[in-house]
């Protein structure tokens, strides 16, 4: 099994629509997990990072899912500007500063 | 924009040449990076440095060598490349170990 799986996509939803990505982790130890956005041929950006209580910022929620070791971004009202890759990023233990990312998942947000 | 700057933004090189890549912050940050990441693939580890000392080498081949003269600066020095090692290189830095990275905009390598 992966250290981290994401689905690659693409998703290719309208403007507007709701559209949610999971991305699972294997080592149940892990700590710290992240969002990252990556536009085409561009430089990986922190989106949210992800906490045990779930958090929100604008049109964003991430979730964490400790049982069953599986963190979630959910997207709301989405715009063309979301286009991207969404990068699932996790940081297992005792490995401080070795981020394990996720394959990603594509997003194209059509008219 | 980017706290991160990265020279140069493209590169191409021969196998025989040597050649750096420079990466400067002035954030503050006590932790450095350098990723290869590959088209269609994840950012993939090769150095960290932490507090100016080298702390994670993840088996990366000596033609790539680590650098760093300072807090805010980073180098890799690259010499007799594959053209295998054609890829974009992106340079992080992080406040602590938090995982909550700022990357450059990166370098693109072409080795021919």
């Known amino acids: 099994r992966k250290e981290v799986e994401q689905d690659p996509g693409p998703f290719n939803v309208p403007e507007g629509a709701t559209v949610a990505f999971n991305c699972t982790y294997s080592?149940?130890?892990?700590?710290?997990f992240f969002w990252y956005r990556q536009d085409c041929r561009k430089e990986p950006k922190l989106l949210m990072s992800v906490y045990s209580s779930g958090n929100e910022d604008g049109r964003f929620t991430a979730q964490l899912n400790r049982a069953s070791q599986y963190i979630s971004l959910l997207i709301r009202d989405s715009k063309l500007s979301d286009s991207a890759t969404y990068l699932c990023v996790v940081n297992p233990p005792g490995t401080a500063s070795k981020l394990t990312f996720g394959t990603g998942t594509r997003l194209q947000v059509t008219l | 924009d980017t706290e991160v700057t990265q020279t140069p933004k493209h590169l191409v090189m021969g196998m025989t040449n040597k050649k750096s890549l420079k990466c400067e912050q002035h954030m503050g940050h006590r932790a450095m990076y350098w990723y290869k990441q590959k088209a269609k693939k994840p950012p993939e580890l090769m150095f960290v440095?932490?507090?100016?000392?080298?702390?994670i080498n993840e088996s990366v081949p000596s033609r790539f060598s680590p650098e760093c003269p300072n807090s805010s600066l980073l180098n890799l020095h690259l010499h007799a490349l594959q053209p295998e090692d054609s890829a974009l290189y992106l340079c992080a830095s992080s406040r602590g170990i938090s995982g909550e990275l700022f990357f450059g905009e990166g370098s693109r390598l072409t080795v021919l």
């Open positions: 080592n149940s130890a892990s700590q710290s």
């Open positions: 440095y932490s507090y100016e000392k080298l702390s």
